[in-house]
């Protein structure tokens, strides 16, 4: 899954309604685009006092917070260890650098789960990238970093492209009435209660949604 542009995710990390009841994700979706400038706070995801993870428009990822750029002697980015496998699964020895983890190659980890572990602090975090830009093409980066342990469900849902939107797979099955998917156009719609999208019954029906996050969003 390395070409994240040809894919519909659905990140439950935003502000949704279902029936009334709210639905909140405990976690964190941060994105470096192509060419932003690394020295401005909105482009470094600020996890500790200590540990500010960047990029520079190439080169891997490092910590501004204690190093002025990345550096493989370093191991960059410093104050961080990196592990493969999700953080329920690796153990003490699976942990390493960051470029050591993915081993040369960022793009294979997309769509994948990988463990961040912050030795000074004792904190863990299973991160999920969903872009990576390659070469000299400005440095973005994104991913989902959500804290462990937690009683947080945080679900990365991909439709891919002309994937068969009737199939159980392709749908986020919320709740038994809440199966968001979408059909080769159009938007996305509700499975469980329509045939199909439509701007009239404000599909998805049975949601709700806000531009910004929980936190921010009243019910207007």
């Keep these: 899954m390395n070409t994240i542009s040809k894919y519909f995710y659905l990140t439950l990390c935003i502000f949704i309604l279902i ?23 909105e482009y470094q995801d600020r996890i500790t006092d200590n540990v500010w993870i960047t990029r520079k428009h190439n080169q891997s990822l490092f910590n501004i917070a204690q190093e002025d750029g990345y550096s493989g002697s370093n191991g960059s980015p410093v104050g961080t260890l990196w592990a493969g496998t999700t953080t329920a699964n690796a153990d003490s020895t699976s942990y390493t650098s960051f470029v050591s983890m993915h081993g040369g190659s960022p793009q294979s980890i997309i769509g994948d789960t990988v463990s961040l572990y912050l030795p000074d602090d004792n904190l863990y975090f299973d991160v999920i990238f969903t872009s990576f830009s390659g070469g000299n093409n400005g440095g973005g980066f994104s991913y989902i970093r959500l804290s462990v342990p937690s009683d947080i469900d945080c679900v990365v849902f991909t439709k891919p492209d002309s994937a068969d939107w009737t199939m159980e797979e392709y749908q986020d099955r919320i709740t038994d009435n809440v199966w968001i998917t979408r059909k080769h156009n159009q938007s996305l719609f509700n499975i469980a209660q329509e045939d199909g999208y439509s701007g009239s019954n404000g599909s998805p029906v049975g949601t709700l949604w806000a531009g910004t996050t929980t936190a921010n969003a009243d019910s207007t």
């Design 19 to 41: 029936n009334s009841n709210i639905l909140k994700a405990d976690c964190v979706v941060f994105t470096k685009p192509d060419s932003a400038d690394w020295t401005m706070e």
